[in-house]
């Protein structure tokens, strides 16, 4: 049983950990083996998102008076917290990928720029695009006019080199 010093310096460690947070998601964990937790840690990692069991009493505190408060009243039973301040949709797919392959985990809520979701939405978080292609996306429709420009203003002279390389050539002809 922690004391209540040790849960105030838990919940100020765990406060500190998601200052810079802009995804949070709240997981159902009913019966995850050890084994299989450690390859979703290792998998979260690699998407820059860190998760982490902790107990609710201590979560309810390091998110009081913060911005993520409007998910401490879903702080109840076996829950896990996942979270990034680097791209919630690749986070998101990981642990859509996951649950996918192990159904005693499953999405409770999703906390993203401020909002709080239902766990239904927080799955669709993970089929959206991720930041890379949509940067990709915006790029290509910035591209698409410039590029057209382009080769409206090329066609008149590569139409005037059609018609003048002809007449090159005969000339060229005609002299030798």
């Known amino acids: 049983m922690l004391t209540k010093e040790q849960k105030r310096e838990m919940s100020q460690e765990l406060r500190d950990h998601l200052a810079g947070v802009t995804t949070l998601f709240l997981l159902d964990n009913r019966g995850l083996k050890v084994n299989d937790v450690t390859t979703l840690r290792s998998e979260v990692r690699k998407s820059s998102g860190t998760y982490k069991v902790v107990k609710n009493s201590v979560a309810k505190m390091a998110v009081e008076g913060t911005e993520m408060e409007a998910i ?18 690749a986070l998101a797919k990981v642990l859509k990928g996951f649950i996918k392959q192990h159904p005693e985990l499953s999405f409770q809520r999703a906390f993203l720029e401020g909002k709080v979701f239902e766990a239904a939405d927080a799955e669709k978080i993970a089929d959206l695009p991720s930041k890379e292609e ?8 910035l591209q698409s006019p410039i590029r057209r420009l382009a080769v409206a203003l090329n066609a008149p002279l590569q ?8 007449i090159a050539d005969k000339t060229g002809t005609q002299e030798s």
Request: no cysteine.
């Open 72 to 89: 401490a009243p879903f702080l109840s039973g076996p829950k896990v917290l996942a979270y990034t301040a680097g791209d919630g949709v």
């Open 134 to 141: 949509l940067v990709a996306k915006l790029l290509m429709l």
């Open 159 to 166: 139409q005037l080199a059609s018609v003048v390389n002809p």
